[in-house]
């Protein structure tokens, strides 16, 4: 009889230690967001043992029970949703139904996922561009790209640019009824990172003669030198995205070598010869009082170069879209920001905002005081539809 008490009290302990989850006060929909932190931490449990027993990669384990959640291009009375590729990557393409005797506007959307997961199937960018569709009257072009561990940087990049710019063809904007100055690039967490890199790069391709009006960018990542911003110690722990988590989607975006990971996690990876660029992250400076307040600036502990000469990825600006030079900045279209208190991104947003106000660009940040990472594809929380409704409408403005 004692050995089962204690069973149960072990069992019962467990069950409590994994079930719950400490959430801010001012969250909303406490009990529902609690259920959906065990979600997480179950499809992460079974991915971690799954790597552990030598069954699958952690990324394949979690692509497997996230594609549960995939939706066919299924066309409806508002909406055509087509599949091709453009430039031999796969888009899904979403078309008003309705009449329109002038062009259209278009958003080029960019799905999340840390560079190793994420679909433009998934049911919650599906039901987000036909929103978009809805609201907007406008073309949705929603792109897919190589994911790691598979393919590396920049195959992720070069996937979305190719994309971006066959769709940017005139005889592909006449096709779909598009108004070439009214053409926006979206996109969330890794996602938003794809997004800000290719504004980047537009600028300096000779063979593109359209610019973009917008770019929206909802809780990007868009650094990775320096991973113990505020952000970062704040919500390490937070299930939505744990710093690890993190570090590992940055890590696996460049190698399969967890030695990047390792690191990358004790801020120990970027050489002296880089020093030059922790300016550009520099949160001491670029973030408003309120999100430094109680936190003190440690100076980087520099890691070897050889680390940085195998994979030099997270220090080439198309990556790390934070990295660019002041004079690329000024020249980007009107951005829109969104970043949320309780993400470890969060202070990389914010200071992309400071950045591209400093040196002209004209900014909506939406900050979200009760958000956590990835809210736009909860669709069973009310945050979810409230931002969500934000993001419309400011592209209903703007675009």
Known sequence: MGSKIILLLVVGVLTAYYVYTPLPDNIEEPWKVTALCIQFKTVTTLAHFGEVLGISHYMKTVMFLMSFLDVPPSSDENVTVTETTFNNVPVRVYIPNRK?????RAIFYIHGGGFCLGSFANFNYDMLSRQT??????????TNYRLAPKYHFPNQFEDVYNSLKWFMRQDILKKYGVDPKRIGVSGDSAGGNLAAAISQQLLDDPDVKIKLKIQSLIYP???ALDMDLPSFRENAHFPALTKSL?????????????????AMFFNQHVPVESSHLFKFVNWSSLLPENFKKGHFYNSPTYGTYELSKKYP??????????LAEDNKLRSLPLTYVITCQYDVLRDEGIMYVTRLRNAGVRVT????EDGFHGVLSFHEL???YRLENQYLSW???NL
């Open 133 to 142: 569709v809805n609201r907007l009257d406008a073309v949705v072009i929603s």
């Open 365 to 368: 940040h939406n900050h979200i």
């Open 221 to 223: 990542t868009l650094q």
């Open 246 to 262: 993190m570090v590992r989607f940055w890590s696996e975006y460049f190698t399969t070598d967890r030695s990047l990971e390792k």
């Open 382 to 384: 009310n945050i979810r």
């Open 395 to 397: 592209l209903s403005e």
């Open 313 to 322: 990825g997270f220090l080439d600006v198309r990556a790390a879209p934070l």
């Open 100 to 104: 329109s005797e002038a062009l259209r």
